[in-house]
């Protein structure tokens, strides 16, 4: 599995960005941000239980997200007219503010090594990536439970600083001084 201090692999995915009729898909790559931090999270697959509350609290916090100049991804392996229609089923996801990526070949999933052994989707996976593509933080969660996108904000602040911060540290917080 890439873990901490590796590079992003290189993708280029088709993604659901919108269900506005002609401006539905768009092609996203591992260069399509620069310069600023990517929050990427993976979920099994579209039409479940789990995922669409994980992926609405993403979308939630987007504003968080801006502030602290970072892009939200999220990917499974279905195809982007799955995602498309599942943004056109469900209530929670149809404004969503960021890409649904397409992995459909799990070619990303795969480099990533999150692909489940048995069901062969993807893990719920986290991954904050720095602004030069390097992987600084990979959280993989069990198929049956969610993640805490608080969680993911309090670990990209910490990051952002630069300095080491202790267990729970919020922004605000003093970090700790290593000398």
């Known amino acids: 599995m ?6 992003l692999p290189e993708f280029s995915l088709q993604a659901s960005v919108s269900t506005e009729p002609g401006k539905e898909f768009e092609e996203i790559t591992n260069q399509s941000y620069p310069g600023k931090w990517q929050v ?25 997200f801006a502030k602290r100049d970072a892009q939200v991804l999220g990917a499974s392996t ?21 890409p649904m990526l397409a992995d459909t070949k799990r070619e990303l999933a795969s480099e990533l090594g999150i692909l489940h052994k048995d069901a ?8 904050i990536v720095d602004p030069e593509g390097v992987i600084r933080f990979v959280s993989v969660n069990d198929l ?31 970090t700790l001084d290593a000398a």
């Not at 890439?2 to 590079?7: F, P, S, V």
């Not at 579209?46 to 968080?64: H, M, N, S, Y």
């Not at 279905?78 to 960021?98: G, I, S």
């Open 2 to 7: 890439k873990t901490i201090g590796d590079k």
């Open 40 to 64: 990427i999270f993976f979920w099994p697959m579209d039409f479940t239980f789990v995922c669409p509350t994980e992926i609405a609290e993403f979308g939630r916090k987007k504003l968080e």
């Open 78 to 98: 279905d195809t982007h007219y799955v995602h498309l229609a599942w943004r056109n089923d469900h209530p929670d996801l149809r404004e969503l503010p960021f």
């Open 120 to 127: 062969g989707v993807c893990l719920r996976a986290t991954y």
């Open 144 to 174: 049956s439970v969610g993640r805490n996108v608080d969680e993911v904000l309090r670990v990209l602040d910490a990051l952002q600083t630069g300095e080491l911060t202790a267990c729970g540290w919020t922004p605000g917080e003093p």
